[in-house]
């Protein structure tokens, strides 16, 4: 089943997409309403869920209140995170080595424990969105195709096998960066929260729609030329021991949007580095989620 927001007579609403993912049912005429997606995913109770999953498996002529879809203006699935996003860096290992070389005083060296950081999200950017380049502040605009996961319920001291119980469902985030101010500051969240730096979509994929943990190839193109190609299980820290770890002193509230890192091909992994510009074209994409693309402006 795939979640959406979206907008109609300037209300943002949320709505699961039909089989063909042509049109749009609305939540709020088949469940109860829902304000926004944080509030669905916060208070959506298991007969509500099992009824969305069951009208989300028929066709639009047997759902009374199907919206076509371009009719409608999709926006991010979690427009405005109710928390920073966090991050995971250098978690894929032919990233991490690509990292290193652009430049190993910022990059390099061993790890035995996940890189974490937070990304600022003041509004999430939406498929078909522009991606802002803040030419007055970057030199180095960089993107980063990532599986992000969605914390379903509160989780606390979460063992890792119950991990998967946890999850709400996937999306797909680009998770653009400023190289320069990423490097210059010796941390990385000024360079990753800039406004217009958190492209995300364009649905949620509940989680039982995928096995767990989920095998997905996660792909980039930059004016269509294939950047990115990877799959999710090669993720270093996989996604139960991320959760696992991270629960075990804080709290992780549902909604928490967890961004597992993105694998090689990134603009600065190059030599000399393919960094964007303004009137780029980036599409980011996991098998199963779909894809967001984005002009860099």
């Known amino acids: 089943m795939k979640f959406v927001t979206y907008t109609m007579d300037r209300k943002e609403q949320t709505g699961i997409l039909s089989p063909d993912e042509m049109w749009i049912y609305p939540t709020a005429s088949l469940i109860r309403p829902y304000p926004d997606m944080n509030t669905?995913?916060?208070?959506i109770s298991p007969e509500e869920f099992s009824l969305l999953f069951s009208v989300s498996r028929r066709p639009p002529e047997q759902v009374s209140c199907a919206l076509p879809r371009e009719k409608v203006r999709l926006l991010a699935p979690i427009p405005r995170p109710a928390q920073d996003i966090i991050c995971l860096g250098i978690n894929y290992m032919a990233h991490a080595e690509e990292a290193a070389r652009y430049r190993s005083d910022?990059?390099?060296?061993?790890?035995?424990?996940?890189?974490?950081?937070?990304?600022?999200?003041?509004?999430?950017?939406?498929?078909?969105?522009?991606?802002?380049?803040?030419?007055?502040?970057v030199d180095s605009l960089d993107y980063e195709a990532e599986l992000a996961v969605i914390i379903g319920k509160d989780a606390y001291h979460v063992p890792e096998k119950d991990a998967a119980s946890y999850i709400f469902g996937y999306t797909v985030i680009n998770d653009?960066?400023?190289?320069?101010?990423?490097?210059?500051?010796?941390?990385?969240?000024?360079?990753?929260?800039?406004?217009?730096?958190?492209?995300?979509?364009?649905?949620?994929?509940?989680?039982?729609?995928?096995p767990f943990p989920p095998v997905l190839k996660i792909q980039?193109?930059?004016?269509?030329?294939l950047r990115q190609d990877s799959r999710t299980d090669l993720l270093i820290f996989d996604i139960a021991y991320v959760i696992h770890e991270l629960s075990?002193?804080?709290?992780?509230?549902?909604?928490?949007?967890?961004?597992?890192?993105?694998?090689?091909?990134?603009?600065?992994?190059?030599?000399?580095?393919?960094?964007?510009?303004?009137?780029?074209?980036?599409?980011?994409?996991?098998?199963?989620?779909?894809?967001?693309?984005?002009?860099?402006?």
């Open 106 to 137: 910022a990059f390099g060296g061993e790890r035995s424990y996940p890189i974490y950081f937070s990304k600022r999200v003041n509004r999430a950017v939406a498929d078909g969105e522009p991606i802002l380049s803040h030419q007055d502040l």
């Open 248 to 297: 075990q002193g804080m709290t992780l509230r549902a909604g928490t949007i967890i961004s597992m890192g993105t694998p090689a091909g990134v603009g600065m992994g190059f030599d000399p580095p393919r960094f964007l510009k303004p009137g780029d074209v980036v599409e980011c994409r996991v098998e199963g989620i779909g894809s967001i693309t984005n002009p860099v402006q």
């Open 220 to 225: 980039s193109r930059v004016n269509k030329e």
């Open 40 to 43: 669905l995913i916060r208070h």
């Open 176 to 210: 653009v960066s400023a190289r320069n101010v990423q490097t210059r500051h010796k941390q990385w969240y000024f360079g990753k929260s800039l406004d217009g730096f958190t492209p995300m979509g364009p649905c949620i994929l509940s989680a039982d729609s995928v």
